[in-house]
């Protein structure tokens, strides 16, 4: 990966974390305690329930997404950066475009 690259990776990772923090906080919002019946009628609570159970396990899915990037980040100037670390081969900088937060080549991730 040449400076460059390694540059547009970089503002790659800033934007995503960005937008990341971003939807965390919305998410943070959907996913508080639901009122109890009384405050709210029943099926609209079990609505409530229900997008608060899917709102939870984005709110996981991106703080895990958000944990890796910040790796990636703190690896970026790394020589092992962008090297798969089960077959040791280079990823393809498509791939880590992509997914800057990848630690395998497709034919690892695909195993
Ligand atoms: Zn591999």
Redesign the pocket.
Known sequence: MNKEEKMQLRNKIIAETESLEESIKSLEETSKPVPPDNAIGRLTRMEAINAKSISEASLNAARTKLAKLNRAMTRLDDPEFGM??????Q?PLGRIMLLPETT??V???DR
């Open positions: 798969c670390v089960l077959c040791e081969e990823i395998v080549c034919r690892c991730a």
